[in-house]
């Protein structure tokens, strides 16, 4: 071995670039516009599927105020048919109610032009109040009893509390103007004197 030949020094090699780490980034990027992609693409069918869903809940909106509008018009109509059938039957039922007077304001026209005694003038009155009640029950009208019946405020209105001692106590003594009811239903109170029997309280 020779010592004076020189050393040879060997150059330092330059380190390449790695191409994993390249290629590492690249797919990065790659990955991040697909990402950016899909999520654009999912948030435009969330938008749509949203407009969708609100045009057929306007499509929806719109069908029951439809029906409601029909609804509305149908029941204005059902109540002026009801109304204008109550009054039809209100209107038959007076006239045929009046109908039934006639014939005794008739009578009250020919009595008024009656040339007769006093005596057959009463006795023509009597006949046609005669007729009138008749008339009046035919109704379903009945005249409250007063006269020697224990006084009731459901029927009798007291104008007058008589001493009577020999009666009982709050009995009807006297009609002054005749009661009537309807079936159940009290049209007007009897006007009525009632007896006052201080003993019998005190007894």
């Known amino acids: 071995m020779r010592h004076n030949e020189p050393l040879k020094t060997s150059k330092a090699t330059k380190q390449p670039e790695t191409e994993p780490e390249k290629q590492t980034g690249n797919q990065s990027s790659v990955e991040l516009r697909e990402e950016n992609g899909n ?5 435009a069918n969330e938008e749509a599927a949203s407009r969708a869903e609100v045009e057929r809940l306007q499509g929806e909106r719109d069908q029951l105020f439809d029906r409601l509008a029909r609804l509305q ?3 204005d109509n059902y109540r002026k048919r009801e109304a204008r059938e109550r009054t039809e039957y209100r209107d038959y039922a007076l006239a045929n ?12 026209h020919l009595a008024l032009r009656s040339q007769g005694s006093p005596e057959q003038l009463r006795s023509g009155v009597d006949l046609i109040v005669r007729q009138m009640e008749e008339i009046v029950r035919s109704l379903g009208v009945q005249a409250v009893p007063t006269v020697e019946t224990q006084f009731d405020p459901r029927v009798h209105e007291a104008i007058e509390m008589v001493e009577r001692d020999d009666l009982p106590d709050h ?4 009609e002054v103007r005749r009661g009537y009811t309807l ?11 009632v007896a006052n029997n201080s ?4 007894a």
Request: glycine share 0%; hydrophobic share 45%.
């Open 97 to 108: 109610t009046v109908e039934q007077f006639l014939p005794v304001l008739d009578n009250f």
């Open 171 to 174: 009995q009807v003594i006297e």
């Open 199 to 202: 003993k019998q309280k005190t």
């Open 39 to 43: 999520i654009a693409a999912t948030e």
């Open 183 to 193: 079936r159940d239903r009290l049209l007007r109170p009897a006007l009525v004197r």
């Open 73 to 75: 018009a149908e029941f």
